[in-house]
């Protein structure tokens, strides 16, 4: 193959190459124009692309041509589909047929065969989008099918084209075929971003658009037109903010767009009024390739419904800080963190030690910290205070009613509520005058029940209480399977002791007979009651009959000491007579009285033998209810 061979060769490819780069750059100037016959429109320049090439062919032998119409037929076939390889097929078959010679019939053949490959590539993977895996696989197909063509075509064998020009034949429809593919790729990605950009600039909801540097209207989208009542966003094209707003605003608008030009300084998040609508406007700079700037592009958003909102939220909160200032009680607002987040000067005052801590944007933890700094509750815990913290505050979103009191004695009600997105209001209420009402009552119910519950004269426990402790011991001694046991007191000589010396003598004689039966126990479970008259009773729970009897002996001894006079008494002085009885928890499942009846009994025994004495009968022997006088 000679050097002028070549010169034709590169001469075809530059053709090529050409036509391809011109219809990329038309395509993509004319990309709206071109929507719906863009694959057709390409057939027809991807064959005249191909006749081209046949014109500048090699002639190798009389209706034998080398050129390089293969690679714009193959591409026709990637990138249109088979609509623009059938488009572009038929001029170069018409006009190899119109050229005629001997193998005029082969190089149709060829054409229809390479313009399959290109089909076949387009439809061969699973996305119909080309790209560089797809030309790789039309280059080899390519390779492949030229290869067949040129050593099974007769007229190219029998002519020894394909020994002289089959290698370079391949190769440079091959090297056209990726030139020019890759050319059609980068077209078909930046009409893919141009497409992108220029849907999100006119579909923007935000005003968008461009001027010059004498602050006219290049480019707006649909919004933008929409705003000044233009039915498209070309009628736009030229006009400044002259021709669209009032004077004094047009001015000041030009004089702020002539210093973002002149310093090359945006300007960012600046608030404009058109009329009744609120605008929030970002305006910058543009630059050529060399720097220079050429104009500007900004981007308005029409905030007048957020401003409306934020007004109303604000007169809201002004009404609701009034209505929370204007309460009795005290209001707090914590966020989701545990964040203060609104408070009335009530919930502050409410705690006036820690009140420096109650303030907007406070943790919760911070404010318990300072309840723990100044000891503000009573109650507060000496060690691990962080402990106590941590789980004071785990209860902030709990929906809960609580009353704590302060160190100075004053008591605060806090009812806590959670809203549905988490925020917890806390009300805060000064119980102390109830507080202090109430455990007033309380004390006075307390010692209502005392009074009920005493005997006037002796203090001790009366009849009645004793009945109440009776039975609740009974039922005790019965689960714990316990004895149980009673003594029976009874004053000797008491009706002669009262005619004389007087029944003011006589109640204190009672009440010392009571002081010491009352020392005579050591448990504060033990019971002892005026049961009546001159007759005393002592419950002695859990304890049996031989504790009892030293309970009685100890009663007999410090009566003793007392040694109250007594003329009218064989001893001389005042002296008792006791019955004991016991019993175990298992016994007392019949008949509990019986108890209090054994011990009258032994009480009886013991006046009827002499006085002065202690007297026991077991629980199950049958009883006398008889006395002595």
Not at 303 to 318: A, F, G, M, P, Q
Request: charged fraction near 20%.
């Amino acid at each position: 193959m000679t050097s002028g061979s070549w010169e034709q060769f590169t001469g075809n490819l530059a053709f090529v190459t050409l036509a391809v780069a011109m219809w990329a750059h038309l395509s993509i100037w004319y990309q709206k124009r071109l929507v719906g016959i863009g694959k057709p429109v390409w057939g027809i320049v991807a064959g005249m692309t191909s006749v081209g090439s046949m014109i500048l062919a090699i002639q190798f032998d009389s209706g034998i041509y080398i050129d390089l119409r293969f690679a714009p037929l193959a591409l026709a076939g990637l990138f249109g589909g088979a609509i623009s390889a059938a488009i572009a097929a038929v001029p170069a078959i018409v006009f190899r047929g119109i050229v005629g010679g001997a193998g005029a019939f082969d190089g149709v053949l060829a054409i229809l065969i390479i313009t399959a490959i290109g089909v076949a590539t387009h439809f061969s993977f699973r996305r119909r989008t080309p790209d560089i895996h797809k030309l790789a696989a039309l280059t080899a197909g390519l390779v492949l099918g030229l290869s067949i063509i040129l050593v099974t075509l007769p007229s190219l064998t029998k002519s020894g084209a394909a020994s002289a020009f089959g290698i370079p034949l391949v190769l440079m429809n091959c090297l056209t075929t990726i030139v020019c593919g890759l050319i059609m790729l980068k077209t078909a990605r930046l009409k893919l971003e141009r497409r992108v950009l220029e849907t999100a600039f006119s579909q923007s909801p935000d005003y968008l658009y461009v001027k010059d540097r004498d602050s006219r209207f290049v480019a707006v989208n649909n919004n933008m037109a929409s705003l000044f009542h233009f039915s498209s966003p070309a009628d736009m094209f030229g006009l400044s903010d002259f021709n669209l707003r009032t004077p004094r605003d047009a001015e000041d608008l030009y004089h702020l767009e002539q210093e973002i030009i002149r310093t090359g300084e945006p300007l960012v998040d600046f608030l404009e009024r058109m009329g009744d609508r609120h605008l929030l406007s970002s305006k910058g700079p543009l630059r050529d390739s060399q720097g220079q700037i050429i104009g500007l592009a900004g981007v308005t958003r029409d905030i007048t419904e957020r401003v409306s909102l934020e007004r109303e939220l604000r007169e809201k909160r002004n009404l609701l800080t009034l209505a929370m200032n204007g309460m009795s009680e005290g209001f707090a607002m914590f966020d989701k963190k545990g964040y203060l987040i609104f408070c009335n000067e009530q919930y502050r005052d409410a705690f006036p030690l820690s009140r420096d801590a109650r303030i907007v944007g406070t943790h919760i933890t911070k404010i318990l910290q300072r309840v723990i700094e100044t000891g503000e509750r009573a109650g507060l815990p000496q060690e691990t205070p962080e402990d106590w913290i941590k789980a004071a505050a785990a209860t902030l979103h709990i929906n809960k009613d609580e009353e704590i009191q302060l160190k100075n004695g004053d008591w605060r009600a806090l009812k806590t509520r959670l809203a549905e997105d988490g925020t917890a209001m806390v009300v805060v209420s000064d119980i102390s005058a109830t507080k202090q009402a109430e455990i007033a009552l309380k004390l006075s119910a307390e010692q209502l029940r005392a009074l009920a519950d005493t005997d006037g004269l002796t203090s001790l426990v009366n009849r009645r209480a004793f009945d109440t402790a009776f039975a609740r011991e009974v039922i005790t001694c019965r689960h714990n399977h316990t004895p149980l046991s009673v003594l029976m007191i009874d004053i000797d000589r008491f009706k002669m002791y009262n005619d004389t010396y007087g029944h003011l003598a006589g109640d204190e004689c009672l009440r010392t007979v009571g002081n010491c039966l009352g020392r005579s126990v050591k448990r504060s479970t033990d019971i002892v009651a005026r049961y009546g008259g001159e007759e005393f009773v002592v419950l002695l729970p859990n304890t049996d009959e031989t504790g009892a009897m030293v309970v009685a002996e100890e009663f007999r001894r410090l009566l003793s000491h007392k040694n109250l006079p007594h003329s009218t008494s064989e001893f001389g002085r005042v002296t008792a007579s006791i019955g004991v009885s016991s019993a175990r928890g298992d016994t007392l499942h019949s008949d509990a009285q019986r108890l209090l009846a054994a011990a009258d009994s032994a009480l009886y025994r013991a006046k009827e033998q002499g006085r002065n004495q202690i007297k026991s009968q077991p629980f199950a022997e049958p009883v006398t209810t008889a006395k002595a006088g």
